[in-house]
C-alpha cells in the first residue's frame, strides 16, 4: 500500500490525518490502532497529530481512559521521581508533575492503541515527539529514509525496532521505556541520540550497527542493557549514564572512542571478546562494590589503542576467570597503564594475573591428571565404572588434549562433565621432582602475593616488616634483660618492662593497620608472617629458659654497639657477630642497662639485622655468647636478607621512573 503524504497531494493528506483522529480518539473499552505495514509512506508522516491531548494530572485525566490507561498515565510520575534522585528532568511532563501547580504546558499526547510499522518504508520524516504510546509499538523491519523525532515519546507497552534502518538522524531524546526495548539488529547510518532517555525494562541493542555517532549520555538504564555484537564505526558517548543491571558489551567492536565517562555502574560490565580499536575512557567512572570489567578474550592492542581510568582505581575493576587465554589480555592492559605511568593499576592487574597463576599452580598439584590415573583413583573421584574404562581405553589409544574431549566419549554425559570438570586435568605426567619443584613454586608464590602484594604494595611490605622489626627487638630484649629470679636476680626495671611493651604496641598496632590497610587478604597474611618469625623464635626461647644459662659475664649485654660513631648509617654488609680480633673488643662496648633509653637498642638491633639500616652499629659479642642467641639473632639476619631483597623488589615496582627504566620498551 502506497501513502501519498507529500504537499502536491495535501487534500488527501489533511482528509488522512482527520480520518485516523476520527476513529482512534473514539471513546470505548478498546481502543483502535493503527497498522501500516508493508506499506510506503510518501511525505513526512506526522504521528503527534494522530493522538489525543490529554492533562496529567489524576483529577483532571480525560473521563475517556480506562483505569489501566489512567494507571500508566500516572506511572510517568514515578518514574520521574526516581530520575529525580540522579539528576533534574529536562522534559516538559517531568518538570509539570514534579511542580506544585498545573500549567498549560501540563498536556501530554496519548496514543491509545496499538501501532504497528512493520517493514514499512517511510521516504520522508517521521514525527511522534511528546506521545505516550499506552500500547505497543512494533516497528520490525522498518526504513526511515529520512530524520525521525521520538524525542521525548513515552513507551509504556514493549516497543520494537528489531531489524529497522535509519538512514538519517533517529532522536530518541528523552525517551521512556516502560517495558522492554528491542533495537535488535538495527541499523542506524547516522546520528542515534538517546540521551537523558529512561529504559525501565530491558534493552536488547543486539547486533546493532551504528555507523555514526551514538549518544547515550545521561541514559538512565534501570534494568540490563544488551549490546552484544554491536558495530560501533564512530565514536560511542555514555557519559554520565547510570546501569543499575548488567551490561553486556560481549563480542561488541568499537571502531573509534567509546567514553564512559562519570558513568556509575551498580552491576557487572561484559568486555568478553569485545574489541577496542581506538579509546575506552573510564574517567570518573563509579563502579559499585560487586561491579568489575571483565575482559576475557577482549581484543586490545596497547600501541595503538588506550583505556583511561582514575588512577589507583581503574586497575582493580578488571576481572578475567582464568589465565589460559588470556595472559595476552593482562599483559596489553597492564603495558597500556604503564605508558600512562599510572603504575598502581599496572601492580593489581600484574597482582591478578599472578593470582590467577597460583590458582592453576594449586589446581595442578591437586588435580587427577586423566591421562595418568588409575582406575581405582577415577572411581574415587566420581566416574562410574564403565566410564572410566572408556577413559582407560580412549587414552590407551590417543591421549587426551584437553577436559573438553571427555564428551565425545559415548558414556560421558555433560551432568557429570560439568561436575568432575574442575577436579580433573590434561598434562603430561609429573615426576616426583617435578611436583616437588611445581609445590615449591607454589609455596614461594603465595608468600610473595600474601607478603607482598606481588610486589605491589610497598605499605603492605612496611607493615610486614614493622610487625617483625617489633616482634624480634621484643624478643632480643626479653632474652638479654630477664636472665634469672634467683639467686641474685637479672631483671629489667619496672620503667624499661613498661616502655618496651608500650612502644612493642605502638609498632604492631601501626604495622597491622598498614597489613589490614593495604592487603587483599590480611589475616591470611598475618598468618603467613606469623608462621615465619614466630615458631622457631618461640622454641628457641624456651629452650634457652629451660636448660638455663650459666656462664661467664652473666651480668653484662650480650649486645654490643660501635662506641667508636653514632649515626643513622647503612650496614649493606654487617653481620650480627663481632668479630674475633680483639681489637674489636674494644671498639664494640656492651650495652648500657642503666640508661632509661636502653630498651631503644634492642629494636635497633632488630633494625639492623632485617634492613640493614640503623642509628648505631649494633652487634652481639663473639664470648661467653650462649649459642641459643647466636641462633636467634642469625635467624633474623638470613630473614633479613630475603626482607631487604623484597622491600627493593618491591620499591622497582611501585617507583614510577624506576618501572619506565624496567618496563618500557
Known sequence: MVIDLRPENASFRDAFYQLLRKELQKTGAKPLGL????SLVQGDFMGSDLGLRTPLYGQEIAPIFTPIEQEQLENLRLVCLRALALTLPTSKDCRSLLGTQSAASSEITVFRGSLALVQTRFNGEV?????????????????????????????????????????????????IFFNKASFKQAQFQE???????????????????????????????????????????????????????????????FDQAVIFRETQFAQAVSLQGASILNLADFSDAKFAKEAFLAVSGLSFNSNQAKILGNSGEIGKRFCVPTLQGNQNVLRNLGQNFRQQQQI??????????????????????????????????????????NQAEAIAQRRQIKPFRNNSELLTLADIDLETYSLLRDRIIVSEPLSLGGWLLQAWSWLALSVLLLLSGYGT??????????????????????????????????????????????????LEFFSL???????????????????????????????????????????????TEDGTLRQLRLLIGRLPVIPRNPTFRERYMPLLWTRRWNWLNYYDFSLNNLVRLGFNDIRMRDEHLPSIIATLGWYEWSLGLLYITL?????????????LLIYLK
Open 35 to 38: 497498522d501500516l505495514s508493508y
Open 127 to 175: 514525527s511522534f515527539p511528546n506521545i505516550f504510546f499506552l500500547q505497543s509499538v512494533d516497528a520490525q523491519g522498518a526504513t526511515f529514509i529520512q530524520p525521525t523525532n521520538w524525542n521525548e515519546t513515552r513507551f509504556s507497552r514493549a516497543v520494537s525496532f528489531t531489524g529497522a534502518t535509519f538512514r538519517h538522524l533517529s532522536n530518541f531524546q528523552g525517551s
Open 191 to 253: 546520528t542515534a541520540d538517546f540521551q537523558h532517555s529512561i529504559f525501565e525494562d530491558t534493552a536488547n541493542f543486539n547486533q546493532v550497527n551504528f555507523k555514526q555517532l551514538a549518544k547515550f549520555n545521561s541514559v538512565q538504564w534501570l534494568s540490563s542493557a544488551d549490546f552484544s555484537d554491536v558495530h560501533f564505526f564512530s565514536q560511542a558517548q555514555f557519559t554520565k549514564a547510570n546501569f543499575e543491571q548488567f551490561l553486556l558489551l560481549t563480542e561488541a567492536t
Open 344 to 385: 598502581a593499576d599496572a601492580n593489581s592487574l600484574e597482582y591478578t594475573k599472578q593470582r590467577l597463576r597460583l590458582t592453576e599452580l594449586g589446581h595442578r598439584l591437586i588435580s587427577t591428571n586423566i591421562n595418568t590415573a588409575p582406575l581405582a583413583n577415577l572411581k574415587r573421584l566420581g566416574f562410574s565404572i
Open 457 to 506: 604494595s610497598i605499605w603492605l611490605v612496611f607493615g610486614v616488616g614493622g610487625v617483625a622489626i617489633a616482634f624480634f627487638g621484643l624478643l632480643f630484649w626479653l632474652s638479654d634483660r630477664y636472665r634469672r629470679l634467683r639467686p641474685v636476680p637479672i631483671i629489667p626495671t619496672y620503667y624499661e618492662t613498661i616502655s618496651i611493651l608500650v612502644s612493642f604496641s605502638c
Open 513 to 559: 593497620l598498614a597489613i589490614f590497610r593495604s592487603a587483599e587478604q590480611p589475616w591470611f597474611t598475618l598468618g603467613c608472617l606469623l608462621i615465619i618469625i614466630v615458631p622457631v623464635p618461640i622454641i628457641l626461647l624456651m629452650r634457652l629458659y629451660q636448660q638455663g644459662r650459666y656462664h661467664d659475664l652473666l651480668d653484662v649485654s650480650y649486645f
Open 647 to 659: 622491600v627493593l623488589w618491591t620499591l622497582s615496582r611501585t617507583i614510577p621512573g624506576l618501572n
